[in-house]
């Protein structure tokens, strides 16, 4: 515990809908963003928001959580990530997106002990699919996005053909109790109220 910093990319004004910011729409009676903290609390000793637009955040965060900006603007969760492996205080950086209600500080433990088999990252692979907003990545990384921002990149995925990585697989998941559910990310307003449901269900 403590060897760990939490990061959630929250954008800019790309992550909203109907004029909304996702990652301050409510769920299960408080902000996404706050119940994603809460999670990566129970984990990590830094908690850093990357936002273009701090000030919706300042008023639903507490002052323990560092609220940074982009380096590189405008070029989306790549460009952020790069901000915050840049300013991270610890080597490994739990990395999420600010749509996904159920990240799991389950998963994230399981990846970073993999990780410390000598790996530059780990991803999650959830029914043939990479998550990498949910993963866990060395602080290092940051010098192999400059490069991939300059070539215009914008996409986390770009990242994984640089370095030494491994992905952490669905069936390893379940055997040590991660609901997959953790991966469910809200794209559009049927998918808020979809997942919304779902977590009506699991009361």
């Not at 299960?28 to 990590?44: N, W």
């Not at 159920?102 to 990846?111: G, W």
């Not at 780990?122 to 990498?132: D, F």
Request: neutral net charge.
């Amino acid at each position: 515990m403590g060897m760990l910093s939490g990061v959630i990319l929250a954008g800019g004004a790309n992550r909203r809908m109907n004029g909304e910011l996702k990652a301050l729409l409510p769920f299960g009676g408080k902000p996404l963003i706050v119940r994603q903290i809460d999670s990566m609390r129970e984990i990590c000793d830094e908690l850093i928001i990357v936002t273009n637009d701090p000030k919706p955040y300042l008023n639903k965060v507490d002052r323990s959580v560092r609220i940074i900006t982009d380096f590189f603007a405008g070029h989306g969760p790549l460009g952020g990530m790069h901000a915050a492996l840049s300013l991270a205080k610890h080597t490994s950086v739990w990395v999420v997106g600010c749509d996904m209600p159920f990240i799991s500080s389950k998963a994230a433990q399981l990846m970073l002990q993999r990780k410390l088999d000598g790996f530059e990252a780990v991803v999650p692979l959830v029914a043939g699919e990479l998550y990498p907003l949910h993963g866990i990545y060395d602080r290092t990384c940051a010098s192999y996005i400059v490069p991939l921002l300059h070539q215009g990149e914008t996409k986390v995925s770009a990242l994984l053909n640089r370095v030494f990585w491994s992905e952490l697989g669905d069936r390893f998941l379940l055997e040590n109790g991660v609901d997959l559910n953790f991966v469910s990310n809200i794209k559009t307003f049927e998918d808020y109220e979809a997942i919304q449901y779902l977590e009506n269900q699991q009361k």
